[in-house]
């Protein structure tokens, strides 16, 4: 169990969105806004890493929290996000040891729903995670127009070898 995560809100992972920040697509869009990080205009717990579909336009999401492997060994993630989007990860429970592992960006690029290979970019090097351990994690995306998503996988020892959205049972 995990211990001074906080907030810490075990088998879910925050979902923070900021509207009416324009129309950009960009991930910069979102981050370079006076709103980011900390005035969202809404903030949800999400029970997978998953945030809603055909929501609205001119948008940004943020899902942050902490990743917990049960099962030590070699992970590979993926993001699917429309408009572009990215994923972040620690090397521990500090978020400012992350960095980005893996993204969709430039203009119209986009993928669907759980479209998990479009683009090489969307799939992360694989990392080898410690069973327990808690791993900071946070996917970033910005919609300008249109369709819009965000999903998190994984495949490895804890996801039964399949690219699978992650559960909450693995999140706080």
């Known amino acids: 169990v995990l211990t001074n995560l906080t907030p810490c809100h075990a088998g879910s992972i925050s979902y923070a969105l900021y509207d009416g920040i324009g129309t950009g697509n960009l991930v910069s869009d979102l981050t370079s806004n006076g709103r980011f990080p900390n005035d969202p205009s809404s903030e949800k717990q999400m029970v997978t890493f998953e945030g809603d579909s055909n929501r609205a336009d001119g948008y940004g999401a943020v899902m942050r929290g902490y990743l917990i492997p049960p099962v030590g060994g070699s992970y590979t993630f993926w993001i699917a996000t429309d408009d572009n ?33 479009k683009f090489a970019s969307q ?45 909450g049972q693995y999140l706080a």
Not at 91 to 115: C, D
């Open 123 to 167: 799939q992360s090097a694989a990392r080898t995670l410690v069973a327990g351990q808690g791993y900071y994690i946070e996917a970033r995306m910005k919609e300008g127009g249109g369709n819009d998503n965000l999903a998190i996988a994984w495949k490895g020892p804890a996801a039964a070898n399949q690219t699978n959205v992650i559960s």
């Open 85 to 117: 989007g990215e994923l972040w990860m620690s090397t521990s429970t500090n978020p400012g040891s992350m960095t980005r592992i893996a993204y969709i960006s430039g203009s119209g690029n986009a993928a669907a729903p759980r479209q998990w290979t």
